[in-house]
């Protein structure tokens, strides 16, 4: 807007949909944003709350189209979900999504902004920084950088 200031709606996974959020896949945020400019409302694809959505491939290209990925997070879904499951995530790469074919998607779809990594994880919140800095750089070299 006139402030330079961009919205942008992100969904959560719908097992958050209790107490925290109630959009639950990239389509309904882009259904929300849809009567705004996209320079003024945008959405987050974040890889914790949109890798099981089955349409997710056909969401990602209309976001793409519309101009609305505002931003691109990432993190692993690792099993067993912690007693809180917001503290659940993992380094990219030890867990269950597909982060090439995620990157793809978002890539092909027009993004070239940066790839923010987002973890609520205690146990990596308490590792010395230089080495989960290491392993970050390990990662991303290895499962998001072009090949």
Do not use: K
């Not at 007693?83 to 030890?94: E, I």
């Amino acid at each position: 807007g006139d402030f330079g200031v961009r919205l942008a709606i992100e969904p959560l996974h719908p097992m958050f949909c209790a107490d925290r959020a109630v959009v639950s896949t990239l389509g309904q945020a882009l259904d929300l944003a849809a009567p705004h400019p996209a320079r003024q409302v945008g959405v987050v694809v974040d890889s914790y709350h949109v890798w099981w959505d089955p349409a997710l491939r056909e969401q990602i290209a209309r976001a793409g189209r519309e101009g609305r990925i505002a931003s691109y997070q990432v993190c692993d879904w690792t099993l067993p979900l912690p007693a809180d499951a917001l503290l659940g995530r993992g380094h990219v790469g030890d867990g269950h999504i597909d982060f090439r074919a995620l990157t793809d998607l978002v890539t092909a779809a027009g993004y070239e902004g940066w790839i923010e990594v987002e973890i609520f994880n205690q146990e990596i919140w308490d590792t010395p920084g230089e080495l989960t800095l290491r392993t970050l750089i390990e990662r991303h070299l290895t499962h998001l950088a072009s090949p």
